[in-house]
């Protein structure tokens, strides 16, 4: 996972905890396996599902469904987001940023799981 994809979904994170109304511009476009890390994948599920149930955002409302390092990482999150405001195209690009290196890594499977035996030993040899 690179530091852009990282910081990108924790920007996604902490902007939906402040603009709730910036949900529908992820339909159909950023979904929770999108998200690298297991923290932030369930961060955005159970921000998504408080959203669209009409849930409360407050610290204490996930106190129930996190558990102590996910919640430690919510308010880190929620914490360094609130020294900028953001806007929705900074949301959107955020959005672009996971799906475009989710893409990459995806490509770069499919090509290393192409490549013949000998190809695959040649990418660990020794180099000269």
């Known amino acids: 996972t690179s530091l852009l994809?990282?910081?990108?979904?924790?920007?996604?994170i902490a902007l939906l905890m402040s603009n709730p109304d910036f949900l529908p511009?992820?339909?159909g476009r950023l979904a929770?396996?999108?998200f690298t890390s297991q923290v932030n994948r369930?961060?955005?599920e159970q921000i998504t599902e408080r959203i669209d149930g009409g849930d409360s955002l407050s610290y204490t409302s996930f106190a129930?469904?996190?558990t102590d390092e996910e919640m430690s990482?919510?308010?880190r999150i929620c914490r360094a987001g609130q020294q900028v405001t953001g806007s929705k195209k900074e949301f959107t690009d955020c959005m672009d940023a996971i799906i475009n290196e989710k893409n990459k890594a995806e490509e770069k499977n499919i090509a290393v799981s192409q490549l013949s035996d000998e190809e695959f030993r040649?990418?660990?040899?020794?180099?000269?």
């Open 5 to 12: 994809s990282m910081r990108a979904q924790e920007r996604v």
């Open 25 to 27: 511009l992820t339909r």
């Open 32 to 34: 929770p396996q999108d």
């Open 42 to 44: 369930r961060l955005f």
């Open 64 to 66: 129930d469904s996190l």
């Open 73 to 75: 990482a919510l308010v």
């Open 122 to 128: 040649k990418l660990f040899s020794k180099r000269d």
